[in-house]
């Protein structure tokens, strides 16, 4: 029995990428293009469009990650769609009289089918995970090299003239109160917050490249601090960041779900009737059962 003849596998158009002035975006989508599946709209590959043009506007590793990513997520998906097809395939189907319930269509598995059922299932499922795997590796290690750029850009400076300004500019924050008045609000946190805002990066860059305690801060306040300066000095390096972790968290949900679909799924090895393995799907009351 072929896939068009299971009800739960009833597809719709092929899925083609929204139209993208960048060809390179473009092409990517259309080498990672999967049908869309009813009643499967979870972890498509269409999920990750949203961080396309942060991720992939052009060849690079965050692209590579992009399109890794979008050709597990397709593979996974179509490997969702194959455990309900092999089950399907190697079942068969009668109609029980009515009942109280109305009639029902038992679904059922010749002992001799379970295991090569079991088999194909296993294989489907294996096959997708080692290409998640290897997506889910990508994405770790891009998530770890952006940022380890984030970090470096805080690292204390080597020239002696920097290693000057730096030490005044400690200074001037450590003199100043560690809270405001009503008559002077001004204290070292809302000053070196003001100055982030204002795009100084110099003094950004002092107190954030060494230990909080240099400056007078707390670790929490130079937690805030070194986020506020994230936020407007690595903006860019910011957003890509959290699209690759995106990834990381797409690629995940569909491991799991795919997970959950085989045990859902997956024959019992030893039934608990000697001569069928049984699954029943009540159908509406008056209809016509399908048989095989």
């Known amino acids: 029995m072929t896939d068009s003849h299971n009800p739960a596998l009833k597809t719709g158009a092929q899925y083609e990428s929204a139209p993208n002035a960048n060809e390179h975006i473009a092409a990517i989508h259309e080498r990672t293009k999967c049908p869309l599946v009813t009643g499967m709209l979870s972890s498509h590959p269409d999920s990750l469009t949203p ?8 060849p690079g590793a965050t692209s590579q990650l ?11 998906y179509n490997s969702r769609a194959a455990l309900e097809t092999i089950l399907f395939n190697h079942s068969r189907q009668r109609a029980i ?38 997506a889910l590796a990508k994405a770790a290690d891009t998530v770890t090299k952006l940022e380890g750029a984030i970090d470096a850009h805080f690292k204390p400076q080597s020239d002696p003239v920097s290693i ?15 809270t405001g008045t009503e008559s002077n609000p001004a204290n070292r946190l809302t000053y070196v917050q003001q100055a982030i805002q204002n795009g100084e990066s110099l003094i950004a860059h002092a107190v954030l490249s060494v230990s909080p305690a240099l400056s007078g801060l707390s670790a929490p306040q130079h937690a805030i601090l070194k986020a506020m ?13 959290k699209a690759a972790q995106a ?7 569909a491991a799991q779900e795919l997970g959950l679909k085989f045990k859902q799924l997956l024959p019992n090895e030893l039934p608990a009737r000697p001569d069928v393995v ?15």
Do not use: W
Not at 51 to 58: C, G, I
Not at 98 to 103: A, E, L, N, V
Not at 229 to 241: I, N, P, R, S
Not at 247 to 253: A, K, P, V, W
């Open 51 to 58: 961080y396309a043009e942060t991720l992939a506007s052009k």
């Open 66 to 76: 992009y399109e890794s990513s979008r050709a597990a997520l397709a593979k996974c």
């Open 97 to 134: 009289p009515r009942t109280r319930d109305g009639r029902i269509i038992e679904s059922f598995m010749d002992p001799a089918s379970v295991e090569p059922c079991r088999a194909q299932m296993t294989k489907a499922a294996n096959d997708a995970a080692v290409v998640l795997d290897g």
């Open 164 to 178: 000057s300004l730096s030490a005044e500019v400690r200074q001037m924050v450590r003199q100043m109160p560690a």
């Open 229 to 241: 300066a994230v936020e407007k000095f690595m903006g860019t390096e910011l957003q890509t960041l």
């Open 247 to 253: 990834m990381q968290t797409h690629l995940g949900n």
């Open 278 to 292: 049984q699954r029943r799907l009540p159908i509406s009351s008056g209809a016509g059962a399908p048989t095989r």
